[in-house]
C-alpha cells in the first residue's frame, strides 16, 4: 500500500517533518519514505491510500491500561462514597473485576480497543483481573485484539486477596499465555505476554517467590506499586522494607519490569529502579481521579529512569493524559517551568516506544523510518503558526485532538478510513455491552455488599 499525499511527522531520534510525502508499506512494515511523485511513479501498480494533507505519523502507544474496567462507566457505588483509595480498591474496582465473566471480559475489552482505534492509540500494555473468570481470560482478551487489528500486551494481575487457589490460577494463566505467544505467533505477531502482578499490598512473599520461580528467563513483570501510601504501610509491616525494596529482594525488578505509578517512593527506591534499569509509568489522569498524589516523574527522567506514560484504563486517548501531564505538574509545583514539553515527549513517544517496542523486536515500533513496524494514524490539523519538529510538542500539547485522527493503521493493514471502523461493528458491539450491564452490575452489587 502506498499512503500518498502526506505531512509525515517521523518520531525517532531525529524527529523530522516531509511535506507532500508519500509511505510505502508492505507486509506490515515500512518499505521507504520519499516524495509523493517519486513514489506514485515508482509504485503505480500498488493500492494508494490519498491522506490529502493529513499528517501521518506514527499511532499512539499507551504503557498501561485496564480493558476490564468498561462497566464502571456510570456505575453507582452502594453506600458512602469511597474516601481514599484503598475503599475505591474494595468498594469498586474488586468487586467490579470480581463480577466478570467471559462475555463481559470480552466486551469490556472491545469497548476499549473501538476507542483506542478511533483516537489512534495503536499499541496497548494491558493489565487484567477476573478473579472468577481466570483460566483462559487472556485468549478471549487475544481473540478481541486480533478481530480489532491493534497490538497488545497481554498479562493477567496475580493476587493473594482472593485466597490461595485463585493466586496459584493467576499464576498458571500467565504461565499459559506467556507460553501460547512464544510458540505461535498469536494474532500474527502482534500480540505479545508479560507476567501480572496486582500490586505489593496484596501479595504474600511466598506467591512473590512462585512469581518468580515460575516466570521464564528474559520474562518480566508488569505491577502496581506505591499508587498510595498503604502500599508502603502495608510493605513495611510485612517485610520491614519499603515496596520497591520489597519486590527488589523478591527479583521482582529489572529491565523487563514495569512499575505503574511509584507515586509515593522515596530517594533511595528510585535509585533501585535505576540501578535496576526498571520502566515506570505515569497515569496522571487516574492519580488525580483517585486522589493519590502526584509521582516526582521530572526527578525519575533526570535520575535516567525510563518513565512512560499510560492510562490506567481511562479512555483510550493519549493527547489527553499528554496534556492532563503537562498541565499537573505545573500546577502541582506552581511553576510553568515544570513539564516541560519535551519531558512529555521522552516519555509518550521515545520511552513509550522503546518499551512497546521490547515487546516487538522483530522491526523498531513507534517511528516513521525504512523497516519500522506499519502503525501509523492520519490527523487532520490545519496549523495557523508555523508548524516545525522543533515545536510540534507544542502543536499537539495546545492543538491536537483525538478527533482529528481519521485513520488508524496496524502493522501495514487500516483499521479505521476516513473515521468509519473497518474491522469492529461499534453499534453492535455497544450493544451488546450495554445489554449485559444489568448483568454485570447486579454481580457487582452482590459483591460490593
Ligand atoms: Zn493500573
Redesign the pocket.
Known amino acids: 500500500m502506498l499512503i500518498t499525499n502526506a505531512n509525515l511527522i517521523t518520531w525517532g531520534e531525529d524527529n523530522q517533518i516531509f511535506k507532500d510525502h508519500a509511505v510505502y508499506i508492505d507486509d506490515g512494515k515500512i518499505v521507504e519514505f520519499a516524495s509523493s511523485n517519486e513514489l506514485i511513479q515508482k509504485y503505480a501498480k500498488t493500492e494508494f491510500l490519498d491522506a490529502r494533507g493529513q499528517y501521518l505519523m506514527p499511532g499512539n502507544i499507551c504503557a498501561?491500561t485496564?480493558f476490564y474496567g468498561a462497566y464502571a462507566r456510570g456505575m453507582a457505588i452502594p453506600g458512602d462514597p469511597p474516601k481514599d483509595f484503598p475503599q475505591i480498591l474494595e468498594k469498586l474496582w474488586w468487586p467490579l473485576d470480581k463480577a466478570l465473566d467471559g462475555d463481559s471480559i470480552r466486551a469490556s475489552a472491545l469497548i476499549h480497543l473501538i476507542d483506542a482505534i478511533k483516537h489512534g492509540t495503536t499499541t496497548l500494555i494491558d493489565?487484567h483481573a477476573s478473579p472468577n473468570a481466570i483460566p483462559n481470560s487472556l485468549d478471549i482478551i487475544a481473540d478481541a485484539v486480533d478481530r480489532s487489528g491493534l497490538r497488545a500486551v497481554l498479562c493477567y494481575e496475580v493476587t493473594d486477596r482472593d485466597g490461595g487457589q485463585k493466586a496459584k490460577a493467576g499464576i498458571a494463566e500467565n504461565l499459559r499465555f506467556i507460553e501460547r505467544t512464544q510458540s505461535e505467533a498469536v494474532a500474527e505477531g502482534r500480540i505479545a505476554a508479560t507476567f501480572g502482578l496486582h500490586a505489593s499490598l496484596t501479595l504474600s512473599d511466598a506467591t512473590l517467590d512462585a512469581c518468580r520461580q515460575a516466570a521464564p528467563d528474559g520474562v518480566g513483570f508488569h505491577i502496581?506499586v506505591a499508587e498510595h501510601e498503604a502500599d508502603q504501610e502495608d510493605s513495611l509491616k510485612k517485610s520491614g522494607k519499603r515496596a520497591i525494596n520489597r519486590l527488589h529482594k523478591h527479583g521482582i525488578l529489572g529491565p523487563n519490569t514495569i512499575v505503574?505509578h511509584a507515586v509515593h517512593i522515596d530517594r533511595s527506591e528510585r535509585d533501585i529502579l535505576k540501578e535496576t534499569g526498571t520502566w515506570v509509568t505515569h497515569?496522571p489522569r487516574?492519580n488525580m481521579n483517585n486522589a493519590v498524589g502526584v509521582a516526582a516523574v521530572e526527578d525519575m527522567l533526570q535520575a535516567g529512569i525510563p518513565v512512560c506514560l499510560g492510562n490506567?484504563?481511562f479512555t483510550q486517548d493519549m493527547w489527553t493524559e499528554w496534556k492532563t501531564t503537562y498541565l499537573l505538574h505545573k500546577l502541582h509545583h506552581r511553576d510553568p517551568r515544570r513539564m516541560n514539553g519535551m519531558d512529555i515527549i521522552q516519555m509518550a513517544v521515545t520511552n513509550n516506544s522503546a518499551l512497546a517496542g521490547s515487546f516487538f523486536p522483530t522491526a523498531p515500533l513507534g517511528k516513521i523510518a525504512p523497516g519500522a513496524h506499519a502503525d501509523l494514524i492520519l490527523v487532520d490539523y490545519h496549523p495557523h503558526t508555523p508548524l516545525t519538529a522543533g515545536n510540534l510538542p507544542w502543536h499537539i500539547l495546545f492543538g491536537f485532538n483525538e478527533s482529528m485522527v481519521t485513520a488508524t493503521i496496524v502493522a501495514g493493514k487500516v483499521l479505521m478510513k476516513d473515521r468509519q471502523l473497518l474491522t469492529l461493528d461499534e453499534e453492535a458491539i455497544s450493544a451488546k455491552t450495554l445489554e449485559l450491564a444489568p448483568i454485570v452490575w447486579e454481580r457487582y452489587n452482590k459483591f460490593a455488599a
Open positions: 498501561h485496564h493489565h502496581h505503574a497515569q487516574s490506567d484504563g
